[in-house]
Every structure is written in C-alpha cells, then in structure tokens.
T-cell receptor, first 115, second 109 residues
Framework: GAVVSQHPSRVICKSGTSVKIECRSL??????MFWYRQFPKQSLMLMAT?????????EQGVEKDKFLINHASLTLSTLTVTSAHPEDSSFYIC???????????FGPGTRLTVL | GQNIDQPTEMTATEGAIVQINCTYQ??????LFWYQQHAGEAPTFLSY??LDGLEEKGRFSSFLSRSKGYSYLLLKELQMKDSASYLC??????????WGAGTKLIIKP
C-alpha cells in the first residue's frame, strides 16, 4: 500500500514557540491531505483539508492563524503550530488521498508536548 | 447533524469471535471504512464497504446495510495483538470522513 511519513514523530517544546510538522507521501502523489488531532482516549478530529496549490479549508473552531498549513507540492504538506501552548499538546496525524484511490493513507503521527 | 455510534468498549476471549457494530446518520453516503488503531499509533486501514453485503478479508469481515445505516466488523480467531481501538468512519456527500469515537477491544487469554 501507499506510504505516508511524518516528521518528527515526537516533539517537546516550550510554551510560546512554534513547531513545524511535515507530512510526505512517499510513493504516490497526494492531491489532498488531511490534518487530524487526537486527544487521549478520543477519536480523530479533522482540523483541516489541504489541496495542493491552494489554501487549506479549516474545520469550524480551528484557528487558521494558529495552525498554518502549507501544501506546496503533491508529496508534501506541513502543519505549523504557532505560539504553542500546553493545551495544544496532542497527537497530530496527517493522511493523504491519491488522485484515484478511494482510501486515505495515514502517517504515523506526531506526539506534541508543550511545556 | 451527522452521527456515528459504536460501543465504547468490548471484551472478548482469545480464539473467539467478536462483532463490533456501527450505526450512522450522515448527509450522504460514499462508503464506510473500518480502521484499527493501537495505542499511541496512527490508524491503519482494515476494510471499505460501499455496497450492501459482506466483505471478507482473512480473519476480518465487514458488513454493510445502507438502508439501515448499519455496519459491523467481525473479527475471528481473536489474537492478543487484536487488542486495539476500532474506528468506524463514513464518507459523506462532500467526501469528508466522519469518524466514530472508536471501540476499544480488550482481548483476554
């Protein structure tokens, strides 16, 4: 199956700093990528949908100025958590959908801890 | 509103069979997915149903009834490694995935 990678897998940062998370589709071109957040013992929460070359579509309640998403190429999307605070600590997961496949392929996730 | 219901937690015995149910109410339907998620890891794809009926894949099977807004995931010959959360997700008319809260499956020896 298709492979999606995420980097870093874990990050610990101080409150007020910014953190960038990369999501790459390794063996296919992803026209659409999704960013999810998952708090402990809860289901996935879609944050935003990004299409290559256009602005991301954010879900209601997600601050677009705080969670910056860039989908500059068909294989790379980045999520930047700006001025991170402890309440932003979560498991961030990206997924990618190919041009023809009905399925979403998930990255391994990034565990963010803000101190 | 859109809603997906599945049991919060289930317990089963190693070697047995377990059925995890999922009911949904969504604006449109373009397929139902089942994912497995181990603690601290991302979900992994298990099955996809878009037509009514049963899809079998090894020890796992998934059933769909669109008229009833119902699906189940059947796991046979349970193994300890099957202990995980199982997520039901429906793709709506906008091709967005609507996620259930997940069912935590505990396998006992």
């Amino acid at each position: 199956g298709a492979v999606v990678s995420q980097h870093p897998s874990r990050v610990i940062c101080k409150s007020g700093t910014s953190v960038k998370i990369e999501c790459r589709s390794l063996d296919f071109q992803a026209t659409t990528m999704f960013w999810y957040r998952q708090f402990p013992k809860q289901s996935l929460m879609l944050m935003a949908t990004s299409n290559e070359g256009s602005k991301a579509t954010y879900e209601q309640g997600v601050e677009k100025d705080k969670f910056l998403i860039n989908h500059a190429s068909l294989t790379l999307s980045t999520l930047t958590v700006t001025s991170a605070h402890p309440e932003d600590s979560s498991f961030y997961i990206c997924s990618a959908r190919g041009t023809t496949d009905h399925e979403q392929f998930f990255g391994p996730g990034t565990r963010l801890t803000v101190l | 509103g859109q809603n997906i219901d599945q049991p919060t937690e289930m317990t089963a015995t190693e070697g047995a069979i377990v059925q995890i149910n999922c009911t949904y109410q969504t604006s449109g339907f373009n397929g139902l997915f089942w994912y497995q998620q181990h603690a601290g890891e991302a979900p992994t794809f298990l099955s996809y149903n878009v037509l009514d009926g049963l899809e079998e894949k090894g020890r796992f099977s998934s059933f769909l009834s669109r008229s009833k807004g119902y699906s189940y995931l059947l796991l046979k010959e349970l193994q300890m490694k099957d202990s995980a959360s199982y997520l039901c997700a429906v793709r709506d008319s906008n091709y967005q995935l609507i996620w259930g809260a997940g069912t935590k499956l505990i396998i006992k020896p």
